[in-house]
């Protein structure tokens, strides 16, 4: 990893070289909540000046850029008895995301193992993946935020460059060729001793303002350990089966296929649609029959498997903390109670 810092100002020059020839998506601000708290998404950026790179978080994840709610997987072309597939990875041009936070970009890192790097790959995710460039930003964490617990709070891999505010500059991590030669067009300089303090003592900073957190200790064998547990049951009381939780999650990726035929039996379509582990038919097989009928079996699904299976195979959680879930549920489940309520010492209701 190579380390520079640059004037504040410097950014803009970046951020207009690569919109010359490339999609821009950053955060922006949407709106207001109704206590007049800035509300914020992922959206394409055409102006530097609509960025918002001091945004706080998302409701949504930039997941909707490589992984879309619903995707055609392939056309059908039926004629004279024979017939024709069309397969398109649906990318169009490459995507910057500017202003990603590191538990995001830890997010996709987690989804590169699954549907890049797994046995079996997903090529209309891999060729999106492959057409991205990364600009992390560092952020201040939020009182839902519990990444530091789930070593999300900062990112190594994952991002071309990253940015950390050190107060009259920003202080540049540069992973990546390409990075390097957009750098280029900035007036870039080595860190000196007074940067690299500056920059220790961010991360110093941000570590003191988390408030949030999950105990990870030994926490696969706790879920092992309390797979009857009557907690499950209780939450599964109060989960409305709504998948919400999954939909703004950055690391969910479970999904359906669903294959149309036109009435003229001229064409067919294969759509894939992002499901939830959550949702009442997530489990229902052909006949008819439902492995998991209940909302407590499918709430403590999606808990083993982020917080164990995934574990298992991957040697990492699939949580990467940034406590969207929690945020968006009507039913107030949020993933720091849940864990501490398994381990006995968390509220139970
Ligand atoms: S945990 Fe909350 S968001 Fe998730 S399905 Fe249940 S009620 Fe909906
Ligand atoms: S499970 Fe919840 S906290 Fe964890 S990554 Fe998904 S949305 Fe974020």
Known sequence: MIFKVTAKNELKKLFENLAAHNRVVGPVQIGENKNGKPLYAFEDVHEFSDLRLDYTTTRLPAKRFFLPFEEN?????????????????????????????PCDINALNKLDKVLM?????????????????????????QP??????????????????????????????????????????????????????KYMKSHEKKSKKFTANVDTNDLTKILD????????????????????????????YCYGVEETVDIDLKGAKKTKKLHSCTLIDFAEV?????????????????????????????????????????????????VPEVIASVRGNGRKK
């Open 286 to 334: 052909a006949g008819g029959h439902n492995f998991r009928p209940h909302r407590n079996d499918r709430l403590k699904y999606r808990y083993y498997h982020k917080h164990r299976g995934f574990v298992e195979a991957f040697e990492e959680s699939l949580c990467v903390g940034c406590g969207r879930c929690g945020e968006t549920c009507l039913a107030g489940i949020t």
């Open 73 to 101: 997987l392939a056309t059908f072309k039926i004629e004279d008895g024979n017939w024709e597939k069309t397969v398109d990875y649906n990318v169009e041009q490459p995507v910057v995301f500017f202003g990603l936070h």
């Open 117 to 141: 790097h797994s046995v079996y790959p997903m090529p209309y995710y891999v060729a999106k993946r492959k057409n991205m460039f990364i600009v992390g930003i560092d952020c201040i964490p």
């Open 144 to 197: 839902h935020c519990f990444c530091r617990s789930m070593g999300s709070d900062t990112a190594l891999t994952g991002f071309d460059l990253f940015i950390t505010d050190i107060g009259d500059k920003y202080f540049i991590e540069i992973l990546t060729d390409t990075a390097f030669n957009f750098l280029r067009y900035l007036k870039i300089e080595e860190p000196n001793d007074k940067d690299h303090v």
């Open 225 to 252: 350990l309390e797979f009857q547990s009557g907690v499950w049951e209780q939450w599964g009381g109060k989960c409305l089966g709504c998948g919400s939780c999954s939909h703004v999650c950055p690391t969910c």
